[in-house]
């Protein structure tokens, strides 16, 4: 638990809410511990863009484990491995360099992403009808662990489905969030009626045939998407050294309540 699933910065201590989840041994099989695990995940994400944050938590393993099945340029050497085995246990991690060697390689991983292309990407690693074998792929609403909701929604990455990609609707915002102008932590505030999201699978479960149709090649994408996408992101992960300077993506409250009305849940 403290040293995998929900690693904090005390390595392989465990936060005093996990032993609420940890009284009656009999009931651990009845929590979703891949979606707790997943929901504190997207937190310590979001922690760690706050400028005074220093590492990352969460269960890295699961973050590498994603880079490597996605994004081929970055894939270390692989062993073979039976159909039952964890997927994430067949990557040989390299080893890490430091000093100078550490700051050149970061620079040329910002460079490799930033040359990215439609081919460098594994869409559907999972294959066409890997949502078929596991319904909750498709589940979008929220996701929580003890006090950490986070919004989770599939269709965000169509084309993991082998469907093509739409401007997705607005996300479920919270009741209320209160971001200190220091420090890296945050507070988010939701509504009761969130608990009830995990329960309901049939009303969640996203219709992929409803939102949208299948790709022909595995980057299709609406037309419109790209410029929905560059004004909500950064296109680069360099900084620009030359030529006119980029625009800065919007932030939530930024964007037209007209807008999110367009794209509700």
Same mark, same amino acid.
């Given at each position: 638990?403290?040293?995998?699933?929900?690693?904090?910065?005390?390595?392989?201590?465990?936060?005093?809410?996990?032993?609420?989840?940890?009284?009656?041994?009999?009931?651990?099989?009845?929590?979703?511990?891949?979606?707790?695990?997943?929901?504190?995940?997207?937190?310590?994400?979001?922690?760690?863009?706050?400028?005074?944050?220093?590492?990352?938590?969460?269960?890295?393993? *699961?973050?590498?484990?994603?880079?490597?099945?996605?994004?081929? *340029?970055?894939?270390?050497?692989?062993?073979?491995?039976?159909?039952?085995?964890?997927?994430?246990?067949?990557?040989?991690?390299?080893?890490?360099?430091?000093?100078?060697?550490?700051?050149?390689?970061?620079?040329?991983?910002?460079?490799?992403?930033?040359?990215?292309?439609?081919?460098?990407?594994?869409?559907?690693?999972?294959?066409?009808?890997?949502?078929?074998?596991?319904?909750?792929?498709?589940?979008?609403?929220?996701?929580?662990?003890?006090?950490?909701?986070?919004?989770?929604?599939?269709?965000?990455?169509?084309?993991?489905?082998?469907?093509?990609?739409?401007?997705?609707?607005?996300?479920?915002?919270?009741?209320?969030?209160?971001?200190?102008?220091?420090?890296?932590?945050?507070?988010?505030?939701?509504?009761?009626?969130?608990?009830?999201?995990?329960?309901?699978?049939?009303?969640?479960?996203?219709?992929?045939?409803?939102?949208?149709?299948?790709?022909?090649?595995?980057?299709?994408?609406?037309?419109?998407?790209?410029?929905?996408?560059?004004?909500?992101?950064?296109?680069?992960?360099?900084?620009?050294?030359?030529?006119?300077?980029?625009?800065?993506?919007?932030?939530?409250?930024?964007?037209?309540?007209?807008?999110?009305?367009?794209?509700?849940?």
């Amino acid at each position: 638990m403290g040293s995998t699933l929900f690693v904090d910065k005390s390595r392989d201590r465990l936060r005093p809410a996990i032993n609420l989840f940890l009284k009656d041994h009999r009931l651990l099989t009845d929590y979703a511990w891949g979606a707790g695990a997943l929901a504190y995940l997207y937190r310590q994400l979001g922690v760690a863009t706050r400028a005074g944050s220093k590492g990352l938590c969460g269960c890295l393993t *699961l973050l590498q484990a994603w880079i490597y099945e996605y994004f081929r *340029l970055f894939r270390p050497s692989q062993l073979p491995q039976s159909p039952d085995a964890p997927r994430a246990s067949s990557w040989i991690s390299p080893r890490l360099p430091g000093g100078d060697e550490a700051r050149r390689r970061l620079a040329r991983y910002r460079q490799l992403l930033d040359e990215l292309s439609a081919d460098d990407v594994t869409c559907t690693q999972y294959g066409r009808d890997g949502h078929t074998d596991i319904p909750r792929s498709l589940y979008t609403g929220l996701i929580r662990f003890s006090d950490i909701v986070e919004g989770y929604d599939p269709a965000r990455c169509l084309r993991q489905f082998g469907y093509r990609q739409i401007i997705p609707r607005a996300m479920t915002v919270p009741h209320e969030q209160y971001r200190p102008a220091s420090g890296s932590s945050y507070i988010v505030f939701w509504d009761p009626w969130v608990n009830q999201l995990w329960d309901n699978v049939a009303a969640r479960r996203l219709d992929l045939d409803f939102a949208s149709r299948p790709c022909v090649q595995p980057s299709d994408i609406v037309e419109e998407y790209v410029d929905w996408f560059l004004t909500r992101s950064h296109p680069r992960i360099t900084h620009p050294t030359d030529g006119e300077p980029q625009p800065r993506p919007l932030l939530v409250h930024q964007v037209s309540y007209d807008f999110l009305l367009l794209f509700q849940i």
